[in-house]
């Protein structure tokens, strides 16, 4: 197997790791060995990406705010002077989060969208000769520009 081929079915193995599928039925279907794609999975980040995609804004925001909701109760439960002074700083702390999250709502919102016309795209695959491993690797390589551009100008505009 050269390169390009390797590459490929790296690919397409990230492409149906991130759509949840495990890592012994990835191998049996791009035809390597499952500790290939273990190492992949593990030394390219794979796994991160997966857990990223799989909470939602929303539900981010849920926790957080269920945090607040235990911390004003315990603070309110409790005498003590120093939970009761701490509050308003970890409470600003935790709205500032909340904050951050509405404004990366474009960029979660592509994610989602990605994630969900790659999950597509596999499917047309079975059905599609058209669709090549090289096809989905080219999308996956111009979501990724996509995604790290909409990152980056959010970044500079949160610095100004």
Do not use: H
């Amino acid at each position: 197997m050269n390169k390009a081929e390797l590459e490929n079915k790296k690919a397409l193995g990230r492409t149906l790791f991130l759509s949840g599928m495990e890592l012994t039925e990835i191998a049996e279907r791009i035809s390597v060995s499952r500790q290939t794609v273990s190492k992949w999975a593990n030394g390219e980040g794979w796994k991160e990406a997966r857990a990223a995609k799989n909470i939602t804004r929303p539900e981010l925001v849920n926790k957080l705010l269920l945090t607040i909701d235990k911390l004003i109760t315990s603070v309110n439960e409790s005498d003590d002077p120093t939970l009761i002074a701490g509050l308003g700083d970890r409470l600003a702390k935790l709205s500032s989060v909340i904050e951050k999250l509405d404004k990366k709502a474009n960029v979660v919102d592509a994610i989602e969208v990605f994630m969900a016309f790659n999950r597509w795209i596999q499917d047309q695959a079975c059905y599609d000769p058209e669709i090549t491993p090289e096809l989905i690797k080219a999308i996956n390589k111009y979501q990724n520009l996509f995604l790290k551009e909409k990152m980056t100008s959010m970044t500079t505009a949160n610095e100004l």
